[in-house]
């Protein structure tokens, strides 16, 4: 039976079939499930907690 992930960057479930994994030199592992997450998470080296349409969004009541 295939294992279904979650995007490290948003927390959303990765369909199987669907999805990239990247690979960083040190063998750490990241799968995301659009360009979207993984632009977001290593270009533009973007925080999932501030951006509101992620899952590991977090509300601060201020």
Do not use: A, H
């Not at 907690?49 to 601060?60: A, D, V």
């Amino acid at each position: 039976m295939p294992r279904q992930y979650q995007c490290n960057f948003c927390g959303r479930d990765i369909p199987f079939g669907k999805g990239s994994t990247y690979v960083k030199i040190d063998g750490s592992i990241f799968r995301f499930c659009s360009k979207k997450c993984k632009t977001s998470q290593i270009t533009l080296k973007r925080k999932p907690r501030r951006l509101k349409w992620t899952k590991r969004y977090e509300r601060r009541i201020v």
